[in-house]
């Protein structure tokens, strides 16, 4: 009759922690690939990797390092394609930001805001093997700038177990007071991705 109390007990200690366990604040780590549009005719392959972590059930933080294909506006890339050569300049950036999500644990639609740093590296092709290419990229090499990053963008998560998937829209934004920034014509350095990841939640 005595074992009835402990039997009591040791159900609610167990019951009062796995309660905790459900609430502790959970991560995920992914890895992502996206597609770049910068006009009608050219896209762009970018990629990277993020981290998030929960705040609140809804309200996760985020961080990401990746890579962006071209941020030259749709303008400047479609007057490039009518030339022999092509340019372009690409960013890796790593930037932190918030995350907003509704929904249940399976199916999560979200919004999110970040900022960082982007290393701009501008490219030239089409001169030709030899010589000539080797010294205008090493040209360009000397003239890559860092400058700010935002990005706005959201879609769905999709989570079964451990396993999640990410289905997305990122717009960046690279504010930049270099001669690059020039090639804008006017416009800004930025790119619209649309972006599918996988990942693990832990």
Known sequence: MRTLPFTAILVAVLSLASSAHAQEPHAAV?????????SFTTTNTNFGGSVS???????QVVGEVGR?????????QTLIGLTPVDFNVSAWYGQGGVRFTGGSSAFRPYAEASAGIA?????LSGLGP?????????GLSLLNRTAPIAS???GVTFQGGAFLADIGYRHRRVFSDSWIDALALGDSLSTNEVRLGFGVRF
């Open 53 to 59: 972590g929960d705040l609140t059930p809804n309200i």
């Open 68 to 76: 962006i294909g071209n941020v030259l506006p749709s303008m400047t």
């Open 152 to 154: 706005i963008g959201g």
């Open 130 to 138: 030899g010589l000539p290419s080797v010294i205008a990229n090493a």
């Open 119 to 123: 290393r701009l590296d501008p490219h």
């Open 30 to 38: 992914q890895a992502f690939g996206g597609l770049g549009v910068g």
